[in-house]
C-alpha cells in the first residue's frame, strides 16, 4: 500500500485521496499552512491521518519561525497550534497531536531553538510510526472478534488511507484476512464522498480481500437478509462514556445492527478518546457545505437553489456498541471503568 503521509525532504506529502482511485498523485505541503488547507480540503482524511498531518504540519511550522527568544519561539508555536486545531472540528486525534508537539516544545524550553525544531520533528515521525504500530496491535487484538468466513460490513474508510498505515476497523479486518479467515467485506458507498466506495474498496481489491460495495441504504435489508455477520467501523471522538462520534450514517448502522442481533464493533487507537468529554452530546459536528451533496463532482444533479444539510458526522450512543478495540485491547460495556483504565494504563506507560 502507498503511504498516506510522509515527510519528502523538506516537505511533507500526502496522497491525494480526493482523486483516488482513478489519480494516485502527491499533494506537496511546504508550509504549515498548507497542511491546515489539505485537512480543510479533505486532501487528506480519517482521524488518526489528519492527528499525523497535523503534527508534521507543526514540525514544518516550528522550522519556519524566526524568533529570538525560546518563550517567543513557544509564543509563535502555540499560535500556529491554535489555527491547526481549527482546520477540522470532531476527530480528536488532530488537538491530541497538536499538544502533544506543544508539550515537547515546552518542556525543551532551555534547549537550543536548532534543536528543539530537530525534535519536533523526530516527534512528528514518531507518531506516524506509532500510530502504524498502534493499528497492528488493534487488528491482532480485534481479529479474535471475527469468526472464520464471516461477512463484515463497514462504513466510510478506516484504512490504510486514514491512518498513518494498515488501518484501524480495515486493519482488523486485514488482520482476520493474513490469519486466513476468508472473510469478505461489504462496504457502505458513504455519501456524500464515498469513501467506502473510492477508498475502502480500492485498499481491499489491492490486498485481496474480497469485498463488495452497496447503496448506504441497502444495509438494512442485507442484515435482514443475514447477509451481515458482523459491522466494524473507526471512530473520530470517543467520550468518556463510549459514546461514538464516526462519518455521518454510522448512527444509522449500528441501531440496524442492535436490531437484528449483530455485533456492532468501533476499532480505535487511545488518541481518539476524548476524556473530557462526559458523552457524545458534547462532541462537535463538523457541517459542511451544501454543494457537497447537490453536486457530484462538477455536475450540479439538484434542483437549482434545492437546499441541503450535510452533517460530516454522527454520534452513536455507547449502548448500540458491542466492543471497542484499541491497541491495548478489547473493551467491553460498561465502557466507562474500561476505558478510564486503558487511560490511566496509557499515562503511566507513557
Ligand atoms: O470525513 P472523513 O473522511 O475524515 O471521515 C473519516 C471517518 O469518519 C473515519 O471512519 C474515522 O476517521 C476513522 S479513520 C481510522
Given at each position: 500500500m502507498i503511504p498516506t503521509i510522509e515527510w519528502h525532504g523538506q516537505q511533507i506529502r500526502m496522497i491525494d485521496q480526493r482523486k483516488l482511485p482513478s489519480k494516485i498523485e502527491w499533494h506537496i505541503c511546504k508550509g504549515y499552512k498548507d497542511v491546515i488547507k489539505a485537512i480543510e480540503k479533505m486532501v487528506i482524511r480519517g482521524a488518526p491521518a489528519i492527528g499525523v498531518a497535523a503534527a508534521m504540519g507543526m514540525a514544518i511550522g516550528a522550522r519556519a519561525i524566526h524568533a529570538k527568544t525560546t518563550a517567543a519561539f513557544i509564543a509563535r508555536f502555540k499560535e500556529i497550534g491554535e489555527e491547526m486545531v481549527h482546520a477540522r472540528p470532531t476527530a480528536v486525534n488532530l488537538r491530541w497531536a497538536v499538544e502533544r508537539m506543544r508539550g515537547l516544545a515546552e518542556g525543551m524550553a532551555d534547549h537550543p531553538l536548532d534543536e528543539i525544531k530537530a525534535f519536533l520533528r523526530q516527534e512528528s515521525e514518531k507518531i506516524l510510526a506509532e500510530d502504524i504500530e498502534n493499528n497492528r496491535k488493534m487488528g491482532m487484538h480485534g481479529q479474535g472478534l471475527i469468526p472464520k468466513g464471516a461477512t463484515v460490513l463497514t462504513h466510510c474508510n478506516a484504512g490504510s488511507l486514514a491512518t498513518g498505515?494498515?488501518?484501524?476497523a480495515l486493519g482488523v479486518i486485514r488482520a482476520a484476512h493474513e490469519k486466513g479467515k476468508k472473510i469478505q467485506v461489504i462496504a457502505d458507498?458513504?455519501?456524500?464522498?464515498?469513501q467506502g466506495l473510492r477508498l475502502t474498496a480500492f485498499e481491499l481489491m489491492e490486498d485481496g480481500i474480497p469485498v463488495s460495495v452497496i447503496a448506504d441504504n441497502a444495509a438494512g435489508y442485507l442484515m435482514r437478509q443475514k447477509k451481515v455477520d458482523l459491522v466494524i467501523t473507526g471512530a473520530d471522538r470517543i467520550a468518556a462514556n463510549g459514546d461514538v462520534a464516526n462519518k455521518i450514517g454510522t448512527y444509522q448502522v449500528a441501531v440496524l445492527a442492535k436490531t437484528h442481533n449483530i455485533p456492532f464493533y468501533v476499532a480505535a487507537p487511545l488518541s481518539t478518546i476524548d476524556s473530557t468529554i462526559k458523552n457524545g452530546d458534547m462532541i462537535p459536528v463538523e457541517q459542511r457545505g451544501p454543494e457537497e451533496i447537490y453536486r457530484f463532482g462538477k455536475l450540479?444533479?439538484?434542483?437549482?437553489g434545492v437546499m441541503a444539510l450535510n452533517p460530516a458526522f454522527d454520534i452513536t450512543p455507547a449502548?448500540?456498541?458491542s466492543a471497542i478495540i484499541t491497541e491495548k485491547g478489547v473493551i467491553r460495556p460498561p465502557f466507562k471503568k474500561g476505558i478510564e483504565n486503558l487511560l490511566d494504563d496509557r499515562d503511566l506507560s507513557g
Open positions: 498505515g494498515y488501518g484501524t458507498e458513504t455519501r456524500p464522498w464515498l450540479q444533479i439538484g434542483p437549482s449502548k448500540y456498541v
